[in-house]
């Protein structure tokens, strides 16, 4: 080993008038950031662990503790930034790719911050929501394209399979493996008592949680880990994942360290075995063969459980998704390239695949141009971060939107981007016992709970101000949105006129 | 329709609201009657419309012509009503051909040409088309006004039919001369628009086939409605409500095969936790048809009256954000924006009521087969 040229990224302030040396800061870091020094009678700390999430400052019980930004820097350069500099020098120390997690945090256009919402003057009024029914009920699944009626000339009513969900928000796949038991116990319990879906990701589905059934999406991925027909039968509905928005185009590594012995009968892998995710389905090579996924699944679900078909969102993506609507998939599910991931390589995470909301106003009008937007529901998902995201996505043609980083901060993660490492404090990310306690289900189901019905508040109160009192009326109600800032090739691409227009 | 005339964009060019006044009357047994009533009636509501749009429509004013279809055209442009023309006589059989008689009114100005046409579809066209008559004259109609500049369709049914104009309609009315046409039922509309719309085919009744309609509101639903209606053929040149709801009604109705009750059952939704009072079946049905329709859920202000081959039919947003009264006399049913408009022709009627929202009041001629509207209909004095 050379030198380190790294300098640690965050300081660590501690005031030491307020510090009562109680040394919680040092038993709740994983990173190992905060020791005692015998010698000095005083709390230390070595910074370059820190991953600054922030678990040593929310415990400690005087306030003596704070993290900033380190003001150490490099000669300025708007091209070689300090983040590239530093990147070369760790690839050059140890010649591997470069791993990350979570959302990609560069400077992307976020287009639902250049849409505003419309509102309801003098020609038509606006609606109390505190007064008068506001409906968010959804469901999900394919529209039947013919009335068919009985003998005595009533309607037969028979759908293939619908979800219904109370409000147009679910729980995006996040695998047990990646996050804790605890953290799917708090979406699950949720999930549940909002009326809605949690996903199991890749990792199959823990015994305990069969009980959460009728609120669950299962997962089919590419590795195919605990899937079997009980597990199939378990959800409400079955996805299966092409792609996802963090890292298109690659599959996944759960390391060995993390299958425990739960993991591992959960994922039906042996123990400490590491669990690799393909980058492609190996029976899923063409569009033809992906229909021969869904007929299967739906033959081993009698045909009574929507199919959803998650995909990431890349350039091509609205002929990819005219062809999932063509494949007997009841739902697609668009992954956009800003969402979360436990672990990605950093230059996948933050150069692969387009915004969520291009690749949303480009499927939907895709699908509608060629007649087949009733034949499948359309789901969003990569980074919904509030109820105006939710308004804007459905404005712009969605059914409804999947949240997972959104629900993980509810959970308490702070977003420090190192879940890869397994060392959460929140015991979101980890699988380690000790952590993994810290993060209380009963709790954790309740501030989720919290989180959509404030959420849905706010939605009803958007809703009502543009004059809406049902959330179907929404749907593809592109005059409700105005671009802000917007060059003409954004706007046309969103279907949205200019504000002032 | 750019440079047809006008300074400012013309309808369709740009989203236009309105508020309005309607009106509308059927005699049950059929008997025929001018439209002087339903002049008398708007007349009432002047203050309800702004001069920027009125209309009529008339059902069983053409007996003579009753298995043709009536096709009213306006033509900003003698070369339009050229290249109309070889259209139409490439698609159909001209059976008659005319100027529609008007009267020159001072309220009425800058009348284009209006002309009617009495056709039929031309058989073997037709059969190639592999289409029946109504897709085939649909189409037919659509295509005119998307793509022959300088010409608007605005009327297309059989022995009905739509006069409109830029101006008060009780002007309109009477430009027109409708004193002299007989029908067993008549709608009228007033317009208040919130642009000036300056251009004859946005005012209404918007007509496509048989079906018309009035409406009075301004639906908040709209973009999600067109963009769900687009996709089966339809072309919302207009950007109004009327327009997008005809075609969703013609969609339902017409290629959908549903009952008039069950389309209002789409449009106008019952809120979930009433379709859950109800009984088993019934509630299967309610939920069905709002989850498969899901996309022509109508939400905002609106009150319509529906004319169709034999009927009316007048229909509420499900809160009644805007006013409508029916009432009943003897064999005759009126619907209006304001119950002054109906006593003014009616002063005592045997009956007068408000409908709820969402819940269609449909009258049909006695003479009406059980089941040629498809059945379940209800009788007025069963609602």
């Known amino acids: 080993m050379g030198i380190n040229y790294l300098y640690p990224p965050f300081e660590i302030i501690r005031n030491q008038d307020r510090c009562i040396a109680c040394r919680v800061c040092e038993r709740q870091c994983a990173n190992l950031v905060h020791h005692y020094d015998e010698d000095k009678k005083r709390m230390t700390a070595d910074e370059s662990l820190c991953v600054n999430c922030h678990r040593c400052v929310s415990l400690c019980p005087t306030r003596a503790l704070k993290i900033v930004k380190t003001d150490h820097t490099f000669k300025e350069n708007a091209n070689w930034k300090t983040e590239v500099i530093e990147d070369i020098y760790r690839q050059a120390q140890s010649g591997g790719v470069l791993l990350a997690s979570m959302g990609t945090p560069k400077e992307y256009p976020v287009y639902w911050d250049k849409m505003l919402i419309n509102a309801s003057q003098v020609t038509n009024p606006s609606i109390d929501p505190l007064r008068e029914p506001m409906e968010t009920r959804t469901y999900l699944g394919k529209k039947s394209a013919k009335i068919t009626r009985d003998g005595e000339g009533r309607i037969i009513t028979s759908t293939t399979g619908q979800l219904k969900l109370d409000i147009p928000i679910m729980f995006s796949a996040m695998s047990y493996g990646s996050i804790s038991y605890n953290a799917h116990k708090s979406l699950a319990m949720a999930a549940s008592e909002l009326g809605t879906f949690y996903n199991t990701g890749e990792g199959g589905l823990h015994k305990d949680f069969y009980q959460y059934g009728k609120n669950t999406i299962v997962q089919v991925a590419s590795g195919r880990f605990g899937v079997h027909p009980e597990y199939l039968n378990a959800g409400a509905a079955i996805e299966i994942k092409m792609g996802q928005g963090a890292k298109p185009g690659i599959g996944g590594h759960l390391p060995g360290s993390k299958i425990g012995e739960d993991i591992s009968a959960t994922r039906m892998i042996p123990l400490h075995a590491d669990a690799i995710s393909p980058a492609p389905h190996h029976d899923i090579y063409s569009i033809e063969d992906l229909r021969q996924l869904v007929y299967a699944l739906k033959e081993a679900t009698r045909y009574t459980k929507p199919v959803i078909v998650k995909v990431a969102a890349v350039h091509n993506i609205s002929a990819i998704a005219s062809g999932i609507a063509r494949s007997g998939a009841d739902i697609i599910a668009i992954d956009g390239f800003r969402g979360g991931t436990g672990a990605a390589p950093a230059r996948i995470r933050d150069n692969v695949g387009i915004p969520i909301e291009l690749a949303l106003a480009s499927v939907d009008q895709r699908l509608r141009q060629e007649g087949i937007r009733g034949n499948v529901s359309l789901v969003v998902g990569g980074s919904i971060r509030s109820s105006s995201d939710v308004i804007k996505a459905i404005a712009l043609g969605a059914d409804a939107v999947y949240i997972a980083t959104s629900a993980l901060v509810a959970l308490g993660c702070h977003l420090c981007r190192t879940c890869h490492s397994g060392k959460c404090n929140w015991g979101i990310a980890t699988q380690n016992p000790e952590l993994v306690k810290r993060l209380n289900p009963e709790v954790g189901s309740q501030h989720l709970v919290n989180l959509l019905t404030a959420w849905n508040h706010e939605i009803k109160e958007m809703m009502g101000g543009m004059g809406i009192n049902s959330i179907e009326a929404l749907k593809g109600n592109r005059l409700m949105l105005r671009g802000i800032a917007l060059h003409e090739t954004e706007l046309k691409i969103l279907g949205i006129a200019h504000a002032g227009q | ?383």
């Open chain 2, 1 to 383: 329709m750019d440079g047809c005339h006008q300074r400012i964009p013309l309808e369709g060019a740009f989203r236009n609201s309105s508020g309005c006044a309607i009106s509308g009357i059927i005699d049950r047994s059929g008997k025929r009657f001018t439209a002087r009533e339903a002049i008398t009636s708007i007349s009432v509501m002047h203050d309800r419309s702004n001069g920027l749009g009125g209309g009529f429509a008339g059902y069983g004013i053409y007996p003579e012509y009753k298995d043709y279809t009536a096709l009213h055209i306006f033509y900003y442009s003698s070369e339009a009503k050229r290249a109309c023309e070889t259209f139409l006589e490439e698609h159909f059989d001209l059976i008659n051909l005319s100027k529609i008689p008007t009267k020159k009114h001072p309220a009425i100005t800058d009348v284009p040409l209006i002309w009617r046409y009495f056709v039929t579809a031309l058989p073997t066209k037709l059969s190639f088309s592999q289409l029946d008559e109504d897709e085939y004259t649909a189409r037919c109609v659509i295509r005119i006004n998307r793509e022959i500049e300088g010409a608007y369709v605005f009327s297309s049914g059989k022995d009905m039919g739509v006069f409109k104009a830029v101006g008060f309609p009780e002007d309109v009315g009477e430009f027109y001369m409708l004193d002299e046409y007989e029908g067993y039922s008549w709608t009228v509309h007033g317009r208040y628009p919130t642009n000036t719309p300056g251009w004859w085919g946005g005012s209404h009744p918007f007509s496509l086939l048989s079906y018309s309609v009035v409406h009075n509101g301004e639906i908040s639903s709209y973009d999600a409605n067109r963009r769900y209606i687009e996709m089966y053929g339809y072309a919302c040149t207009l950007q109004t409500d009327t327009e997008v709801i005809t075609y969703m009604i013609d969609y339902l109705h017409r290629r959908m095969g549903l009952t008039l009750e069950e389309v209002s059952h789409v449009l106008a939704a019952p809120f979930w936790s009433t379709i859950e009072q109800k009984e088993p079946k019934e509630r299967e049905e309610y939920s069905y048809l709002r989850n498969t329709f899901a996309s022509m859920l109508i939400t905002g202000p609106f009150s319509i009256i529906l004319g169709f081959k034999g009927g009316l039919m007048a229909l509420n947003d499900r809160l009644k954000l805007r006013s409508l009264v029916a009432a009943e006399k003897a064999g005759r049913v009126y619907f209006a924006s304001e119950e002054a408009a109906i006593r003014v022709i009616e002063p005592e009627p045997d009956r007068l009521w408000y409908p709820s929202g969402g819940k269609a009041v449909i009258v049909t001629l006695d003479s009406m087969q059980e089941g040629e509207e498809h059945g379940h209909q209800l009788s007025v004095s069963a609602l």
